[in-house]
């Protein structure tokens, strides 16, 4: 378990968005760029919602500053195996049920267009919004609906963190 250590009054003035990358801050620092093994030994040591709190964080920090991103990144987690069952896990943990049906159904579109053209995961790139109008259309949609929903995500898990300090931080004078 990577408990941060931070001040009581900083943890208190964390914004909901803020609060859940400063808790992750120092195990990203230890799996960026890692190999799958390394990340996977990293993780392993955390506890059950440190694990949640780093799945959610790793989908949502890179797929939140675009379109392009949400899409490139969901297919890239449904191509790594685990990525996908963790941040499944990670919502259920978190109880967040309106974000894993939004993902759920990003990923039946998508997986419908990849059977259809013969492609895989790995195969999804920014271009493919750029090609493909329809596609755009459906990724746009569905990534307007993941901006106002995470909002919600983000405010649950930093009231779960509040509620639980003592699962992610070592709060100090």
Request: charged share 25%; net charge negative; aromatic share 12%.
């Amino acid at each position: 378990m990577h408990l941060v250590k931070m001040e009581r009054e900083m943890f208190e003035a964390f914004s909901d968005e803020r609060l859940g990358w400063a808790c992750m801050e120092p195990v990203f620092m230890l799996i960026r760029g890692k190999r799958p093994e390394i990340k996977a030994e990293v993780i392993g040591q955390l506890n059950r919602a440190q694990k949640a709190l780093c799945m959610f964080r790793v989908f949502y920090d890179h797929g939140h500053k675009s379109a392009a991103e949400y899409y490139t990144w969901l297919s890239h987690m449904l191509d790594m195996p685990g990525y996908w069952d963790g941040v499944q896990e990670a919502l259920l943990f978190f109880g967040d049920s309106e974000m894993m049906q939004l993902l759920q159904e990003t990923k039946n579109t998508l997986e419908l267009r990849n059977n259809r053209l013969e492609r895989k995961w790995s195969e999804a790139a920014f271009r493919d919004l750029e090609q493909d109008a329809g596609l755009a259309g459906k990724i746009t949609a569905y990534y307007g609906r993941f901006q106002s929903v995470s909002v919600k995500s983000l405010a649950a898990i930093a009231a779960y963190i509040r509620a639980y300090p003592e699962q992610f931080v070592e709060l100090t004078a």
